[in-house]
């Protein structure tokens, strides 16, 4: 944003003009202040109570069709994370590798791209709009997904696989945001948030199966073509995605009015800022960066889900060395232990969408009772973390020749249902507390979980060759125990740490205002 010149702006709706002075940039859109520094009034346009071209007042189907779209989008995304990672040897024994951390890196190469996409992605969705960047970047994602499948060598392999992780970044943090901009009630957003992220685990979980059965077989390019069946199939419901960020659709509005000479003085919210790529750099591409280390919330949160989505991917390499090494399994058999974590998200889901039941009848009972967001967002959380934990050592301490197989395989069910009530807690946490910041804020998040994700990987084989099952998995366990006391943290500061923040105090501010104009006009209708 520009700084120092004082320039009336109106606020302008379809029925209503306000009047206000704020402090601008020197330039808008590089013509609205004369060199003389004259200022020039401008008139900012805004929605109006119950506008149809609102995201929040279109039509429910419409809604879940957006919804599916954003689930379909990330399930292609989330599913070539882990694709590598149940036919890793067959990969590798077609390019000659024999370094175990080299075998690795298809998986985690991909999750390199994860860290650096959001950092970018998201506030340009913030800048240009949700459709195209979701557009562009999926098609980056499809082309290098085949190019995978065509790699000629091990070196064209990590390359096509960086770039589709790059390219599969944008959906865990745009589509978050997109969910933000269609759903106002946070209990219908909450619950939205709660599917999408739902996807994020179901898709690694069906990958291994896939490579897994079909790397044996009828080798192991056709689980990349497998998968570019799926995202082609995806792509033709991504084209019908249609644009729902507001202030980009303002934007849009505002343009037709000068175009046709209606207004030539109207601007979108958007319009007023310095469009430079100096401003692009500095202020919206770093925005989930200085969230990350400036917004204790933020980092307190991304830094657990961090801990717990490196675990995860942990999984994939001690899944084989305990159902493969221990009990003999083939590799097609043992993808399909990690049916359990799905089935235990599902029942997550379920029990996510029960407690916001409960928890809007209190409130509708009791309007004093049970506000602040953090009492509102965090119990799954607090829930969620001693269940995570009793399925850890559970997989541990049971992983023996001794021990039935169906023993371990049932602790990811438990396993499933704790991480997702602390992702469904903490993810909509941080949607309530940021709203319009939702896509950067999950971008944060998607960010720091990815350097767990890739990093993390590259030490189970060591450490469980070190410290053996029970003990690399306890290891595990003892970094969830400290973590989950994070969520009570958070409940008891956490409304001191939001009145501190800049960010959540302008959005407390914003929030008042909608309010007041709401009563206002109620209170003029007859």
Known sequence: MMSSTDVELEKVTAGQQQHTFISSASTIDGSLVPADGETRPVQIMRWEQGDPENPYNWSLTRKLVITVIGILVTINSTLGSSLPSNEISYIADTFGITDKNVKILPMSIYLVGYIFGPILFAPLSELYGRRWITIGTFSVFTLSTMGAALAPNWSSLLVFRLLAGIGASAPISVVGGIYADIYESPITRGRSVAVF?????????????????????????WSFWIALIIAGVSFLGLIFLPETYGPRLLG?????????????SIFGPLEIESRGWRDLL??????????????????????????????????????PIIFEGIYGMSSCKSGAMFLPIGAGDLVAIALGAMYDFYHDRARA??????????????????????????????????????????????SGFIYGVGAQLIFIGLLNYLADAYTIYAASAFAASSCSRSIFGALLPLAVTKMYESLGVAWATSTLGFAILLMSLMPFVLIKYGPYLRSRSALCSELKKQREEREMDSSVQESIEP
Not at 288 to 314: D, H, K, N, S
Not at 377 to 404: K, Q
């Open 197 to 221: 992220f739902t996807t994020i685990g179901f898709g690694p979980l069906m990958a291994p199966i896939i490579a897994g059965c079909s790397a044996p077989t009828i080798g192991w390019r």
């Open 252 to 264: 849009n509005r505002a343009k037709r009015l000068r175009q046709h000479g209606t207004n030539p």
């Open 282 to 319: 500095q202020l919206k591409t770093l925005l989930p960066l200085r969230m990350l280390f400036t917004e204790p919330i933020v980092t307190v949160v991304c830094l657990y889900l961090a801990i717990l989505y490196g675990m995860f991917y942990m999984y994939f390499g001690a899944y």
């Open 365 to 410: 009972n009791d309007k004093s009772s049970i506000q602040a967001e953090e009492v509102f967002r965090l119990p799954p959380a607090c829930i969620g973390g001693p269940i995570t934990l009793i399925s850890i050592f559970w997989l541990g301490w049971t992983a023996r020749t001794e021990v039935s197989w169906a023993v371990p395989f049932a």
